[in-house]
């Protein structure tokens, strides 16, 4: 009998058979019975026997007797893959963070976005609207959602309802918008769509073989995987010229998420790059070697007054002296003299040039600029690790200025200044008689003793602890640099002129 079909169910009890009243098809007279059994359908797919009865002339199929997870037939219901989803375009925020693992700049615009069945799409303007522009050859961006990870995340942005396309090429998009339902529903349709096409690859991530390693575009050999336990042999060097390594045990790794936790230290070091680098920091040489060699030479700027004044064989760095000089010779009459700031490049290339203890003169005409040698004189000051005003005499001072008797106020202030070390002193002694000459020009240079303790203030002075209101100290550093400045006659017994 041509065409004719019989299922015979091979385990349990026998089912009903269900005959149809009028045969369909080319093949008259065929009788087809086959199960009728809603429920556990690959079950008894898989526990059933088939026989075909066709046509003599027709050469016999053969009958595979191999048994198959129910994930590996290619039917409906719960262990197959759900169809991707289509959904019109709907403008939605989107950041370009990383391009096949470099990083980018985090840049939010509205797009207009289409999701395909098999990629994302990114319009500038409506996709109506962008209809002509494709005319013309011009194309939206794409992205290609097979293997690519869709998830929700709150790291990579400070916005609400945010989610992270991470492509199998490394490359990382955000998507948000401000309806949560909206963003919620193109997050599940994104994810379908990139699991569909992951699965319709047969075990592979778009034709690549392997898993993608989490946050980069290297893949990971499969080897066998059954249910969620996958075992993974030990990554091989990535150099084509290390030896190879020694067969290990595998281990297992229980896939919690998508993410694999991978590390590439174990090929560095059979480089031995990391021991090197250990035999080096180890054997470097401390810095009083270095010092006693030459190499690296004490510097100027941000040492401590005591020790330069020492080293220097003096009680006022060598540079303060050229400073005060220099601004005296040609800078009494600069308008904002110590108020302006100069050239910054220019002030560090003279910072280099005093610590390298280089030969320099500040009358040659790239120091022609007055203000970057005033600049340089106050970046000493703030460079020292502790101030001209020692930490010690911060509140002492904070306390002489508070007196209200101005008598009273002068002699304390001029004890305080008797008690400093005798560098702070001395150098403290020829700062102030440089300011006073500054004053006596405050008619062109428009500086007065105000803004001279303004300028110096936070300069010169500063606590050892940041406690206390900062705007109350403030006010205390500009009234003793003020004080001082003007009763520096008294205190340093200077002569008036």
């Known amino acids: 009998m041509a065409g004719t079909r019989i299922s015979i169910s091979g385990v349990g009890k026998q ?16 009788v087809q019975m086959r199960i009728k059994s809603s429920q556990s359908s690959g079950e008894r797919l898989s526990q059933s026997k088939s026989m075909v009865l066709q046509d003599p002339d027709l050469p016999p199929k053969p009958i595979s007797r191999h048994r198959r997870n129910q994930s590996q037939h290619n039917i409906g219901g719960a262990g197959a893959a759900e169809s991707p989803v289509v959904l019109k375009g709907e403008y939605l925020n989107k950041a370009k963070i990383s391009d096949g693992g470099k990083k980018l700049r985090k840049n939010w615009t509205s797009t207009w ?47 609400k309802n945010v989610v992270q396309i991470t492509t199998s090429s490394g490359s990382e998009f955000l998507l948000q918008a401000d309806n949560y339902p909206t963003i919620c529903k193109w997050h599940d349709a994104m994810k379908r769509t990139a699991e569909s096409l992951s ?32 075992s993974l042999p030990r990554p091989a060097p990535e150099s084509p010229s290390a030896k190879e390594s020694k067969p290990e045990h595998r281990r297992s790794l229980i896939f919690k998420s998508s993410k694999l936790n991978y590390s590439m230290s174990d090929s560095a070091d059979k480089n031995g790059v990391k021991n090197r680098l250990k035999k080096f920091i180890t054997r470097r040489p401390s810095m ?46 600069a308008d904002g003299i110590y108020r ?72 304390a202030m001029k004890k305080l200044v008797l008690q400093l070390p005798k560098p702070n002193q001395d150098t403290m002694k020829v700062l102030f008689k440089h ?60 002569d008036k002129k």
């Open 15 to 30: 089912p009903p058979l269900i005959l149809p009243n009028q045969l369909t098809g080319a093949g008259q007279g065929a």
């Open 113 to 159: 976005v289409v999701l395909e069945t098999d990629q994302l799409l990114f319009y500038k303007e409506s996709k109506q609207e962008a209809l002509t522009n494709l005319k013309s050859g011009c194309r939206p961006d794409g992205v290609d959602l097979c293997g690519a990870m869709i998830e929700w995340t709150t790291e990579r942005s400070s916005r």
């Open 199 to 230: 699965t319709n690859a047969g075990g592979q991530v778009c034709g690549k073989p392997g898993i993608r390693r989490a946050n980069s575009t290297e893949y990971l050999p499969r080897h066998g995987l059954s249910g969620k336990t996958l």
């Open 288 to 333: 009083k070697t270095l010092q006693e060699k030459g190499i690296i030479k004490d510097r100027v700027f941000g040492c401590h007054l005591l020790g330069l004044c020492e080293r220097e064989g003096t009680t006022v760095p060598k540079f303060v002296r050229q400073c005060v000089e220099a601004v005296e010779k040609r800078g009494l009459d």
């Open 340 to 411: 302006v700031s100069g050239n910054l490049a220019t002030i560090q290339k003279l910072r280099f040039l005093v610590d390298q203890e280089e030969e320099f003169n500040l009358d040659d005409s790239q120091w022609e600029d007055i203000h970057v040698v005033t600049g340089a004189l106050k970046l000493f000051f703030r460079e020292l690790p502790e101030p001209l005003f020692p930490f010690r005499f911060f509140e002492p001072f904070v306390e002489a200025i508070k007196t209200k008797e101005g008598k009273q106020k002068v002699q």
């Open 435 to 494: 300011l006073q000459r500054i004053l006596t020009c405050s008619q062109k240079n428009l500086m007065s003793t105000q803004g001279i303790s303004i300028v110096f203030g936070p300069t010169l002075m500063w606590p050892e602890l940041d406690c206390g209101d900062m705007a109350v100290n403030m006010v205390y550093q500009n009234q003793i640099v003020e004080f001082i400045l003007i009763e520096s006659p008294e205190i340093f017994g200077l």
